[in-house]
């Protein structure tokens, strides 16, 4: 059951007011408490995390593919269902475009962003494919990162939080704004890039 | 919220307002509506939401993912930047109140008395505190002074309390826990920030902060000030209690040399009233003297980490600070210097092992009073010390962890602090872990070097019969041993249903040589005549320790989430000697059997948080403190993107209540904590 929702209102006087009409219509349905918790996957949060970090970064101007982000999951990184969510959407006047690929540095020319599956530091030909083609190259762990992997998530108890390896992301030719450098647990500015 | 900065890119939705799905109101009403919200947060919501809610999400199954932060077979507590704000704590001993198995007592504007599994005391010395890894307890008793280390609260990143002895990594006198503040990275401060805070109790606090980049790495600056006014005294004598500090810090972090250099420092002045009873050498009996602690302080901090081309890690750190005191006891003038550097093994098969190296030094001055001196008033003391750690992955869910620290300090000579622990996980959500460990805590200067003449208004009847004022004196020995503890720990860690979350710590502690006082002789002494009844430091105490800590948080809905921490000690200590006796149960009768909380976090709508938190301490029955319920409460609203007000009212439950009564040496007063309220005010610009 869902509500439409009031468009976006400063006062919190008649912002209130509209949800609770909402409220009302949604009220008796109890019985979902416990479903936000089974529902909170893994895949489905970390293509939140992905989505976020595409409003963060900008790439370099291309005068091919204008109007698209290319977004390229390898195949085990994120379940496809929870990534196709993102098709269509659009940043920043962009739309963006996912699709499934193997990983390797070749495909790179076709992203604008990969997330690997594994929790190795990216290859050197992923590395150079990246710097050349200026992609995001998204993964999981502290080795992701530090080995010249330009975004990592990992766990922190059961939550995510995220490193930005930033001398690697700007040898890439990608800029980040500064909102998401603060809610990154580090940041890492040595190691291989 | 930050992520409706207005860095944030123009056409993506702003991460408060949702396209779709129903945005419930802050009527009561509409709680039952939660649930029903809840209901339909199937996949496609999350990526509709912003990176700071994203971060806030439980998730389920996360065991399977590749783990960086391993879980540590040890009793953790991990405060996060938001768990700190959110409980509305204005101080970090405050903050620290979340924590199982952490006591803590506010005892003055700017005092506390904070300690982990007993043997808490105004000067409690058997937890080791760090900011960034720079020690900041005093080594003249021993015991942290928390007034002259008060930070901007929005620059600590997370708090890590570790229960129970990490004496192989960190320094010796870890014997019940290490807290360690850790600061963000200078990047995520970049910009300007501002809070006021202002009310009843906390008069005015001011915290302003400026980070950029610089070169090729980012610093910032922060500046500090404050003032506070305490309760009465809790023996019902007016006191002017007030504290007031001002402190300005810098960090900065840059590439350096191949790796990466943080520097950070700071220099603070803070002053808490006090008004104490000293021993007056005119009569031999008790003069009040009303006046200040005043510290001045000031620090830096290097640290420099470097990739090995093995894959290994290697980092240095060296840390200089100073700190002078003015105080009614005496003036401290102290200087220390710590160096250490570690190497983090690349991992060989199924080791992965890091060992380290330190040198500590610490010059320390302290000028004569009548109510105390130091046998010598200046006193250089080192410390050197080594540790190894190896993991060992004996299957790919079985660690064992095997490691020792060597010490070598000016006092006592040699110490060795092994420990082994063992971290299974059973399953794919369920951690099992178990640890014995050796600790030690060498004696403080005090203990050691020091003559203490306490004031009291007893009398005993001299040889011609007439009153003589009693004067207890207390002198340190050579003789005095550091203090030891074994300690068996184990527990659980994991997620028994959906969306919550359990940990659970058990322990048993065998305190020895703990250090206390033997009356060793009373004598008769003139002018003026007096009995001195004089006691030496010795380890004439032990202790055994038994208790449970747990914690616990449910994500009920999925705008509100509830944390429960629950704690239980039995603290049996035993005294030989003739005042043994009486010490054990001063010492077993501050530490509260139970201690508990219950928070709730509940994000009424996009803009607006309440979040209340319930405390509840047991009676401490040596020092005349009954059982307590406090209830905190923090209502936020971001009125603009980067700009939140907040109203927060704290000890809401009762007018004035005394959490403690120290009757130790240094007396540092003994206020009582009345409920306050206060609004504030910040922005990020």
Known sequence: MRCRAPPPVRSLRRRAAGRTRCAAVAGAVLAGAGASAEAASLDAVKAGFVFNFTKFVSWPAREDEAGQVRLCFERGSISPEAYRELDGKTVRGTTVHTRTVKGAAGELGACDLAVF????????????????????????????????????????????????????????????????????????????? | ???????????????????????????????????????????????????????????????????????????????????????GATTIPDALRLVPGVQVAQVGAGSWAVSARGFNAATANKLLVMIDGRSIYSPFFSGTVWDRHDLVLDNVERIEVVRGPGGAVWGANAVNGVINIITRDSAATDGSYARLTSGTGENAIAELRHGGAIGRGTARVSAKARRRRGGDAVDGRPLDDTWTMGSLSFRADTPLAGGELTLSGGARRSETDTRVDLFDPATAGVRTETGSNDTT???????????????????????????????????????????????????RGRHSLIWGLRFRTIHESVGETPSQRMRDDTRITTRLSGFVQDTISLTDRLDLILGSKLSRNTYTGLDVQPNARVSWRVAPDHTLWGSVSRAVRTPSRVEVDGILRFATNATVPGPTGAPLPVVPVIRGTDDVDASSLIAYEAGYRGRPLPGTRLAVSAFHNDHDDVIGARRIDTQVAASPARARFVSVFTNNLSATSTGVEVEANWQATERLRLTSSYSFIDLDVDGRGPTGGLQAGAIEGRTPDHQGTLRSHWRVLDDLRLDTTLRATDELPAAGVSADVQLDARLAWEVAPGTQLELTGRNLLDAETTEFRTVQFPDFGGATVERSVFASIEARF
């Open chain 1, 117 to 193: 599956a594994a929790g190795t530091p990216p290859a050197a030909s992923v590395r150079r494919a990246a710097d050349r083609n200026g992609v995001l190259l998204i993964g999981n762990g502290l080795g992701f990162a530090r080995g010249g992997g330009h975004i990592a998530l990992m766990r922190r108890g059961d939550k995510l939080r995220f490193r930005v390896n930033l001398r690697a992301l700007r040898r890439a030719g990608l800029e980040v704004r500064s909102g998401l450098l603060r809610l990154a647990e580090e940041v890492i500015r040595t190691g291989d890039g």
């Open chain 2, 297 to 347: 302080a000031g620090h830096l901090n290097g640290r420099w980490r470097y990739r090995l081309p093995s894959g290994g890690r290697v980092q240095l750190r060296g840390i200089y600070d100073h700190t002078a005191l003015a105080s009614a006891f005496g003036d401290i003038d102290r200087n220390r210097l710590d160096l250490r550097g570690q190497h983090r093994v690349a991992t």
């Open chain 2, 1 to 87: 919220m930050d992520s409706c900065k207005k860095d944030t890119p123009a056409a993506a939705p702003c991460g408060r307002y949702r396209a779709r799905g129903p945005r419930l109101g802050a009527t009561l009403a509409a709680a039952i509506a939660l649930a029903a919200a809840s209901a339909r947060a199937e996949s496609g919501d999350f990526t509709e939401m912003a990176l700071e809610d994203l971060m806030d999400v439980e998730i389920t199954a996360l065991s399977r993912y590749p783990e960086d932060v391993q879980d540590a077979p040890a009793a953790v507590s991990v405060l996060s930047r938001s768990d700190i704000r959110r409980a």
